[in-house]
């Protein structure tokens, strides 16, 4: 018969062995899948998305004053917490059916460093995260104004999502210019 130790020390080295001999394998490491995010928003029928570094805050349509000699889509301008914030509806800047002032209606305001802007969109859709893997790079089938701002797309659910560059618009001079 083996004799029994009952030196504490000797009986924690025994539980690690048995521990060790039967202890499920560690988890293979497996690479995850890059994700790419970003803030969705509807624009008529278009479903865009613009990376999240573009966006400072999304807000409801706030009390607006109006600026006479702009074009039309300059909607006015607004006091947004003490900032003088300019506020464009997209849709028209795009030369399709201003965005109408209804519940889902949202402020984008842009986070370009010295432009106090926001954009009038149909609707914010929320944080969008994307596996860059399906992204869909060709748009050259696509008729609209909106694509010279876009930096390719996702296609999740039959769905293409346009990735809408802010910068790019912001140092358009179709932008800067706002004279009537």
Sequence with gaps: MAKVSHDPFDLLQRMQQESMEHAPALPQ???????????????GD???VTPLDHVLEVLPCPSMTLVPGVKSW???????RGNLITIIDLSEFFGKPAVFLDDRVRLMIMGIPGLNTGLLVNE???LRHFDEELERQD?????????AHLNGAFLRDNVLWGVFDMK???ESLSFKHVAA
């Design 29 to 43: 490491e497996t690479e995850a899948a890059v994700l790419w995010s970003g803030v969705g928003f509807r624009l």
């Design 46 to 48: 278009m479903r865009l």
């Design 74 to 80: 300059l909607k006015g301008v607004a006091n947004v």
């Design 124 to 126: 914010v859709l929320g």
């Design 139 to 147: 748009l050259s089938g696509l008729d609209d104004p909106v694509l």
């Design 168 to 170: 790019s618009l912001a």
